[in-house]
């Protein structure tokens, strides 16, 4: 099986301060993996990269000229050219995002998205249609947009239809305003949870799953006896227990290079039959009992069904 290689997205529109972003984090020493770098640039604006400042040798940087070379075979000989071992993308802001994750390898492992936009053009962009549109499409699978010289939104109105924008497309996505002076600021708009936990069947969504394993971690009586349905990914292990498996996700805890898995227990009577790292939808009754996993009482999952899934686009969840 090829080694994976971790996949760092940059998304935003020209001249929103991606390559402002990248440089400072590349010129950043707590960055640097030990790996050689792909730096692969979808759009090229008048800021320009200074590779001899940053903080670490082996970045190679190359620039997709053209939508037609975002393709998997491509991306493959760019990365096996420059012996990479992590990319780091900087993608075109008028591109979908799903036009790379159907070009990305099988081997490629998306970490990390974070968004950047211009406080100048935020809000007009965001009462267009089409921008909008193209807006939230990047917006959903960010862990972080950052909204650069924030001056021109720093005020209670702007804050709350930009809040409102970010959470129609995602409600994991956290907010920060940068203003000139290089301060930040971070949005502290409160949010219900994303869903209803009164509910028959409490649908997880995608994006939510690090939201709902923090609550059910934090608050596991609120759900016991409740049916969850939530995306994950299959991880068969001797420590979930007899006729169990653990269903989850790879999520990033504090850092980029934090990743760990985190699931819940989950008896099944099916769970030979299911695939190691294989993509799954679950539905599943919730409990609170003793568990040798947590070597206490912990939630603990009883699956109704397991049913095959499509891989998403963020293999990696972010918790704050």
């Not at 529109?13 to 440089?23: C, H, M, N, P, Y």
């Not at 000229?65 to 760019?78: F, I, M, T």
């Not at 002076?181 to 995608?206: K, N, Q, R, W």
């Not at 169990?244 to 990033?252: H, I, L, N, Q, T």
Request: net charge negative; glycine share 6%.
């Amino acid at each position: 099986m090829a080694k994976e290689i971790p996949v760092y997205l940059f998304v935003g529109f020209l001249e929103s301060g991606k390559t402002k972003f990248i440089q400072e984090t590349f010129e950043d020493p707590n960055f640097d993996s030990g790996d050689k770098t792909l730096l692969l640039v979808c759009e090229e604006g008048e800021e320009e990269y200074k590779p001899e400042k940053f903080a670490f040798p082996g970045t190679s940087i190359r620039v997709l000229e053209d939508k037609s070379e975002l393709n998997a075979q491509n991306l493959a000989n760019l990365a096996k050219e420059t012996d990479a071992g992590r990319v780091v993308i900087e993608y075109n802001g008028m591109w979908l995002l799903q036009d790379l994750a159907d070009a990305l390898p099988n081997d490629w492992l998306i970490y990390q998205v974070i968004a950047t936009a211009d406080g100048t053009t935020a809000l007009t962009y965001a009462r267009d249609n089409a921008m909008r549109s193209l807006m939230l499409d990047k917006i959903a699978r960010s862990e972080l947009i950052v909204f650069n010289r924030a001056e021109k939104v720093n005020t209670d109105e702007a804050r709350q239809e930009l809040h409102r924008l970010v959470r129609q497309a995602s409600r994991r996505c956290d907010i920060a305003y940068e203003f000139a002076d290089g301060s930040v600021a971070y949005d502290d708009i409160p949010d219900p949870l994303p869903f209803d936990i009164e509910a028959p069947i409490i649908e997880i969504g995608d994006d939510d799953f690090g939201i709902w394993y923090m609550d059910c971690q934090e608050d596991p009586q609120k759900y016991v006896g409740k049916t969850v349905r939530f995306l994950a990914q299959v991880c068969q292990t001797n420590r979930a227990g007899k006729n169990s498996f653990v269903p989850g996700r790879f999520a990033m805890t504090c850092c980029v290079q934090d990743i760990q898995f985190v699931g819940f227990p989950c008896s099944y009577d099916g769970y030979k039959a299911l695939e190691q790292r294989s993509w799954v939808t679950v539905t599943a009754r919730v409990s609170y009992k003793f568990h040798n996993i947590y070597r206490g009482k912990g939630p603990v999952l009883s699956a109704t069904s397991v049913e095959p899934a499509h891989k998403p686009l963020n293999d990696v969840v972010a918790f704050s």
